[in-house]
């Protein structure tokens, strides 16, 4: 089994440094806006950017496990935080994460062009969520997203939400873990926030081995999911055609999985040629049309979207760009970078309330989504070159500036017009790149 390459320890496994007035408050994560921050006493010194720590589940647990793609903001003022304050007037204050501080629901959808869509589109699809150990606080918190955007509930009761185990159990479940009832917060938030009217499978693998994670998946499938969201990887192995064959190659479902956070590099299994490899950006408001902007997302030279050639998997027919001989990552994007990242509600392992997310973790539960807006794929379909037959189109929002590190084939790690590594084909615009 493989373990976790060796090129994301290092974007991974240290904090980024927070100014002096963040350290004061460490403990307390900057969020929201609203009468609290007037009522106040003096207001609190603000750090001038947004700081970060990758999520624990981005450090395997064990050897030979996979690793999660996601980081959450622990101080300053994200990008959409500088932008409300901007726009309300309000002094940010270090609180104490009582209030949502990322991109919400109405803002994905806006983005993305998914607003009527969302609104009417997902009854009866079932996107499943593959993930890691137990969250045993999974559906509350859940709730308590959904409740706050004032989406319908999705309850065990209601029939909109099922957790199990990879052996499709109830309650014989995996032990708990909290940094993947982090990940596994914010797949489920994603998810919810893209397609509201959407059933949710969460399928938690005993561990996270790709053996394990590559059976949930499986089972997900046999549960009847037609849209699987995967936000690991780790480096590639000579075994990757064996995984593809036992755990991917699944017809007529669309599978998507985060192509990597820590930069220019292949990882799998967004390597995988059955799937639709996931990469990011950072997301801001614009006075353009769309009313938004994109950029590949790059924090450092390790750290951001990932994006290349695969070493062992072959080139699906649908791709034909020349700079890989076998599989090229990523397929689209969407939105990763934590300074313009998401709201999530956790309250398993660390203080219970709102948090801003980012990584590729966040884009891959909201590419499922747009595929379940989308509706069904044919029984004979591979999702993944959906978006190929929409390329150039009005149907994707071309990604053409920003780089994820340094490579010798430019397209590969630079963005440009029409296809290149960091942002495949571009994010979503509206749902028709992703139908068949």
């Known amino acids: 089994m493989r373990s976790t390459p060796p090129n994301r320890r290092p974007a991974h496994s240290g904090w980024r440094r927070l100014s002096t007035a963040a350290v004061a408050t460490a ?14 006493a003096a207001p609190t010194a603000t750090p001038s950017k947004a700081t970060w720590t990758a999520t624990p589940c981005s450090t395997p647990r064990h050897q030979g496990e996979l690793a999660c793609d996601s980081f959450r903001v622990t101080g300053g003022l994200t990008a959409y935080q500088k932008q409300q304050a901007k726009r309300t007037g309000l002094t940010p204050k270090a609180a104490d994460a009582s209030t949502p501080s990322g991109y919400g629901p109405s803002d994905l959808q806006s983005a993305y062009g998914l607003t009527s869509a969302a609104a009417s589109n997902g009854s009866g699809e079932t996107i499943a969520i593959v993930d890691a150990y137990d969250d045993p606080n999974a559906e509350a918190d859940l709730a308590k997203y959904r409740s706050y955007y004032g989406l319908s509930a999705c309850t065990t009761a209601n029939g909109c939400f099922k957790k199990v185990s990879q052996t499709g159990s109830t309650t014989s479940l995996p032990s708990a873990d909290s940094g993947w009832a982090e990940e596994i917060s914010l797949d489920l938030d994603m998810a919810s926030a893209v397609c509201p009217n959407c059933n949710i499978l969460l399928v938690e693998a005993t561990s996270a081995t790709m053996a394990n994670l590559g059976t949930a998946v499986n089972r997900a499938v046999t549960l009847g999911a037609k849209y699987v969201s995967n936000s690991y990887g780790g480096s590639e192995s000579s075994s990757d055609s064996s995984y593809d064959s036992a755990y991917f190659n699944h017809p007529g479902v669309a599978i998507t999985v985060s192509a990597g956070d820590s930069g220019y590099g292949a990882e799998y299994p967004a390597a995988s040629k059955y799937v639709t490899s996931v990469g ?35 080139k699906p027919s649908w791709q034909t760009d020349t700079g890989c001989t076998r599989r090229t990552i990523s397929d689209v994007a969407a939105v990763a970078d934590p300074a313009t990242g998401v709201s999530v509600y956790d309250s398993y392992g660390i203080t219970a309330g709102w948090y801003t997310f980012g990584g590729t973790s966040a884009s891959a539960p909201i590419i499922a989504g747009v595929y379940a807006l989308a509706g069904t794929p044919s029984s004979s379909s591979y999702p993944a070159s959906f978006p190929y037959a929409k390329a150039g189109t009005s149907a994707l929002n071309d990604v053409t500036s920003g780089n994820n590190g340094s490579c010798s084939t430019a397209y590969l790690c630079t963005a440009r017009s ?13 749902v028709s790149a992703f139908t068949g």
């Open 418 to 430: 029409g296809y290149d590594g960091p942002t495949g084909w571009g994010t979503p615009e509206g």
């Open 280 to 314: 990011g950006t950072a997301l801001s408001t614009s006075s353009s049309s769309r009313g938004w902007t994109e950029t590949v997302w790059k924090t450092s030279s390790s750290e951001g979207t990932g994006s290349g050639c695969s070493s062992y998997d072959a």
């Open 27 to 40: 403990a307390l994560l900057l969020t929201g806006f609203g009468a609290a921050a007037q009522a106040d």
